[in-house]
Antibody, heavy 118, light 107 residues
Framework: QVQLQESGPGLVKPSETLSLTCTVP????????WSWIRQSPGKGLEWIGH???????NYNPSVKSRVIISVDTSKNQFSLQLSSVTAADTAVYYC????????????WGQGTLVTVSS | EIVLTQSPDFQSVTPKEKVTITCRAS??????LHWYQQKPDQSPRLLIK???QSISGVPSRFSGSGSGTDFTLTIDSLEAEDAATYYC?????????FGQGTKLDIK
């Protein structure tokens, strides 16, 4: 079972950049496709974007102009940056892994709550 | 964007009952439909992949069927531990999307 662990600030001010990291100990980060998914309080799941095994990225049009997903292979981590945040970006953010792009999400982190507030 | 619509939104059921949750896609997605279970304060867990393929470690009372635009998750002989919200997810085309969820309450 692949373990994933999100980390990052739990509170971000409006208009600033939300930055989260997902660490994947014990697994080759280049062997999987990695996604960020969020869940607003009491709401459903929204796919934000992914970094495929080939190194390409795809983003949800709902956040495409504000998001970057990147990888640091030396640390076995991948990251999410979401700029110009508003209260609507308040959510539990999950990192998730699949064997390849366009596959189900086999592995999930425990999730981290990020609140956007001044 | 492909919209996934689940029904019902909420269902109250008794143990040992058979439960059926449906997921309808706004356009054909072949078999690229997956089901997840999310319990309170937990992350989602993959239950069924590609409409009907079982997942190791998932109880056999969970099964899936369908293709194209109409899909079904069936729970045979519901157990108390199945109280959760269930989501469908399509990986046929970008952006990947999820259904709105079906919350199962155990009486």
């Amino acid at each position: 079972q692949v373990q994933l662990q999100e980390s990052g600030p739990g509170l971000v001010k409006p208009s600033e950049t939300l930055s989260l990291t997902c660490t994947v100990p014990g697994a080759s980060i280049t062997s999987y496709s990695w996604s960020w998914i969020r869940q607003s309080p009491g709401k459903g799941l929204e796919w934000i974007g992914h970094l495929s095994n080939s190194g390409s990225t795809n983003y949800n049009p709902s956040v495409k102009s504000r998001v970057i997903i990147s990888v640091d292979t030396s640390k076995n981590q991948f990251s999410l940056q979401l700029s110009s945040v508003t209260a609507a970006d308040t959510a539990v953010y999950y990192c998730a892994g699949s064997n390849a792009a366009a596959r189900p999400f086999d592995h999930w982190g425990q999730g981290t709550l990020v609140t956007v507030s001044s | 964007e492909i919209v996934l619509t689940q029904s019902p939104d909420f269902q109250s059921v008794t143990p040992k009952e058979k439960v059926t949750i449906t997921c309808r896609a706004s356009q054909s997605i072949g078999s690229s439909l997956h089901w997840y279970q999310q319990k309170p304060d937990q992350s989602p867990r993959l239950l069924i992949k590609y409409a009907s393929q079982s997942i190791s470690g998932v109880p056999s009372r969970f099964s899936g069927s369908g293709s194209g635009t109409d899909f079904t998750l069936t729970i045979d002989s519901l157990e108390a531990e199945d109280a959760a919200t269930y989501y469908c997810h399509q990986s046929s085309s970008l952006p990947y999307t999820f259904g709105q969820g079906t919350k199962l309450d155990i009486k």
